[in-house]
């Protein structure tokens, strides 16, 4: 694995593989597992690295955070292997790819929260179109603590305070040194 392109396309080569034929269920499987595991897995470690921690600096929990997000992703193989096995179209799966395919930023941003120091300043980037809360929470600089806080990371599935529940989140959040955002946080979703 070399990254979030690199994740792209084994992802999408699994979904078009089954879906054309030449995959098994059963290489489908194995090989979604494989992907989800060294994708994720690298995504996070890109996040510690940017938090300044390299691998082998993980503790424990930093190292269990991302067997869960690894786990996360792959109690849902067998349902995208069934939806695809039944689709009459290729294109709709791809856009359902793009859900898992986005989680390597998203499994990236919330490393950051556990690895980086709790002072360091985050800002959240949403793109043009998101969902309303993306949309109020776009350009907010945060300390890392402040982010721990509120309990809110880009394209983290499920996410009771984001409208679009972060299955459909495009943002993203990086290290800044821009300003604190003054005021009140605000009210999500
Ligand atoms: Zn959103």
């Given at each position: 694995?070399?990254?979030?392109?690199?994740?792209?396309?084994?992802?999408?080569?699994?979904?078009?593989?089954?879906?054309?034929?030449?995959?098994?269920?059963?290489?489908?499987?194995?090989?979604?597992?494989?992907?989800?595991?060294?994708?994720?897995?690298?995504?996070?470690?890109?996040?510690?690295?940017?938090?300044?921690?390299?691998?082998?600096?993980?503790?424990?929990?930093?190292?269990?955070?991302?067997?869960?997000?690894v786990l996360r992703e792959q109690q849902w193989i067998n349902g995208f292997a069934e939806a695809i096995e039944q689709s009459e179209k290729l294109t709709p799966m791809f856009k359902?790819?793009?859900?898992?395919?986005?989680?390597?930023?998203?499994?990236?941003?919330?490393?950051?929260?556990?690895?980086?120091?709790?002072?360091?300043?985050?800002?959240?980037?949403?793109?043009?179109?998101?969902?309303?809360?993306?949309?109020?929470?776009?350009?907010?600089?945060?300390?890392?603590?402040?982010?721990?806080?509120?309990?809110?990371?880009?394209?983290?599935?499920?996410?009771?305070?984001l409208a679009c529940g972060g299955w459909k989140c495009h943002c993203t959040r990086i290290i800044t040194d821009e300003p604190l955002s003054k005021g009140k946080f605000p009210s999500?979703?």
């Open positions: 694995m070399a990254g979030a392109k690199t994740y792209r396309m084994a992802i999408r080569n699994a979904v078009r593989g089954l879906w054309r034929g030449y995959l098994s269920y059963e290489q489908f499987f194995s090989i979604m597992l494989l992907a989800t595991e060294q994708g994720i897995t690298e995504a996070a470690y890109t996040g510690a690295r940017n938090c300044g921690i390299i691998p082998s600096e993980l503790d424990y929990i930093q190292q269990r955070a991302i067997l869960n997000m359902r790819a793009d859900i898992w395919i986005g989680r390597f930023e998203g499994a990236r941003d919330e490393m950051m929260l556990l690895t980086c120091d709790g002072a360091v300043r985050l800002k959240w980037i949403a793109p043009k179109g998101e969902c309303p809360s993306c949309a109020k929470l776009d350009g907010q600089v945060r300390t890392v603590e402040y982010w721990r806080m509120v309990g809110v990371s880009p394209r983290e599935h499920d996410n009771k305070l999500l979703p």
